[in-house]
């Protein structure tokens, strides 16, 4: 199993344009979870899905941040318009129902906006 | 709100010498803490979780609720243990709070 797949696994673009980070989980987890990590503040929790279904967007920055899950082995983070502030390392994660709980990260996409 | 606090950015220690990673957290209920840790061009990966009760590659970690507390330490640092260390609370049923993370840098 290749694990938790993320592409780009880089992406540079300017300010005011779209970006779409795309996320395969493990095959058979689920829940899928879209975090941010930053110098400032560390790894912060975005989003996650339980079955497809969003539970969780508390973290979701502003209106110009979206997710989606059409089906159980993908899901993006859209990003829309795109800013400098919005430059990190965009992790996803997947992780198995049950009491031996434990979440299995991607490589990680790192954004640049200039 | 739950918290885990990471006080400490960056930490710096001798090869050989003991390391202790600080993580100190807040929560209502009954916790559950783990370690992660993402080695140079690896993935953050689980290192170690508290209701274990484990050592995983020497590192060992406390959950002190008196202090609200659940450092992480090692008796003798060595160089493959430089890496950047998260602290995490569990908060609900699948839901992971991060601290801001710490790198630890061993000196040869």
């Known amino acids: 199993d290749a694990g938790v797949i993320q592409s780009p696994r880089h992406e540079v673009t300017e300010m005011g344009q779209e970006v779409t980070l795309r996320c395969k989980p493990i095959?058979?987890?689920?829940?899928l979870f879209w975090y941010r990590q930053t110098m400032m503040r560390g790894l912060e929790l975005l989003i996650y899905?339980?079955?497809?279904?969003?539970?969780?967007d508390s973290g979701m920055p502003e209106d110009r941040f979206s997710a989606k899950m059409p089906n159980a082995s993908f899901s993006t983070l859209k990003i829309q318009p795109s800013e400098p502030r919005d430059s990190a390392v965009y992790f996803c994660?997947?992780?198995?129902?049950?009491?031996?709980?434990?979440?299995?990260f991607g490589p990680g996409t790192r954004l640049t906006v200039t | 709100a739950q918290r885990v606090t990471q006080p400490e950015k960056l930490l710096s220690v001798f090869k050989g010498a003991p390391v202790e990673l600080k993580c100190n957290y807040s929560?209502?209920?009954?916790?559950?803490l783990f370690w992660y840790v993402q080695y140079s061009r690896q993935r953050l990966q689980l290192l170690l979780r508290?209701?274990s009760r484990e050592s995983i590659k020497g590192f060992t970690a406390d959950l002190n609720k008196g202090e609200t507390s659940f450092h992480l330490k090692k008796p003798f640092a060595q160089e493959e243990d430089s890496a950047m260390y998260y602290c995490?609370?569990?908060?609900?049923?699948?839901?992971?709070?991060f601290g801001q993370g710490t790198r630890l840098t061993i000196n040869p």
């Open positions: 899905f339980n079955n497809n279904v969003p539970i969780d």
């Open positions: 994660a997947s992780s198995l129902d049950g009491t031996a709980y434990e979440q299995y």
């Open positions: 095959s058979g987890h689920d829940y």
């Open positions: 508290h209701i």
């Open positions: 929560y209502s209920g009954s916790p559950e």
């Open positions: 995490a609370l569990r908060e609900g049923a699948q839901k992971l709070v």
